[in-house]
């Protein structure tokens, strides 16, 4: 079940629905099914404490993903900072919807296996997340 939360924000404007149907079929073209997938929007303060508590980390970040994998089962918690998103979208002059859909297919990636360590892993995300994106503009 893939569901969507909120933490001391409102939840933004998606079509979840849609979202929720691009992410199943990720998924299933990696030959793994869905299995429980919460997204918790939330502030810049409410994820750094996150990071600061659970990876020791002192610094904002877009997205913090907990893989909760079991088998051919993908889960996980994808918490999501929707301050820095929407900066992010101005920064990089995208919307912010595409900015939010970059995040969270972001999240799918590693819970699929994908990493950003690395130049070579980064560039390779992001092709994958511009690939999602277009077959979710295509698509949904």
Known sequence: ???????????????????????????VASDLKAGDLSFIFCSDDYLLKINQSYLNHDYFTDIITFNYNLDKLVSGDIFISVDTVRINAVEF??????????????????????????????????????????FFKSSF
């Open 93 to 134: 002059k995208v919307s912010e919807q595409d900015e939010f859909l970059r995040v969270i297919i972001h999240g799918i990636l590693h819970l699929l296996g994908f990493d950003d360590q690395t130049d070579l892993e980064t560039q390779e995300m992001r092709k994958r997340e511009n690939d999602a994106i277009d």
């Open 1 to 27: 079940m893939i569901n969507f939360f909120n933490e001391d924000i409102v939840l933004p404007q998606l079509p979840f629905s849609s979202i929720k149907k691009w992410i199943k079929t990720t998924i």
